[in-house]
């Protein structure tokens, strides 16, 4: 049973920065691909970021220079820091996994399995 468990989130002013985690546990970790999406009241579901098992990354547009998505295979867990936060960055944010490890998946419908989210909220 794959089981994620975000934590970090809070609420920071603009410009201030938070550490996303991403505890993944009942699989063998290093052979999954990654990702962590982000959700806002009323919109779509949006990628933020991808890993796959290779440490290839990719970064949607709106989150590039800021935002930096990592791993740690011994500890399991899937990281995303978040720098120069703005009020846009507020949401749901989410981190997913799939068994496809060499890719790198930036479709919300790409992934399996789904954490329940960590509320990141930015006030100007």
């Known amino acids: 049973q794959v089981q994620l468990v975000e934590s970090g989130g809070g609420s920071v002013q603009s410009g201030g920065s938070l550490r996303l985690s991403c505890q993944a546990s009942g699989y063998t970790y290093f052979t999954y691909s990654m990702g962590w999406f982000r959700q806002a009241p009323g919109k779509e579901r949006e990628g933020v970021a991808a890993?796959?098992?290779?440490?290839?990354?990719t970064y949607a547009d709106s989150v590039k220079g800021r935002f930096t998505i990592s791993q740690d295979n011994a500890k399991n867990t899937l990281y995303l820091q978040m720098n120069s936060l703005k009020p846009e960055d507020t949401a749901m944010y989410y981190c997913?996994?799939?068994?496809?490890?060499?890719?790198?998946?930036?479709?919300?419908?790409?992934?399996?399995?789904w954490g329940q989210g960590t509320q990141v909220t930015v006030s100007s």
């Open positions: 997913a996994a799939d068994r496809r490890w060499w890719l790198l998946l930036t479709n919300r419908n790409e992934y399996n399995y």
């Open positions: 890993i796959n098992s290779n440490g290839e990354t």
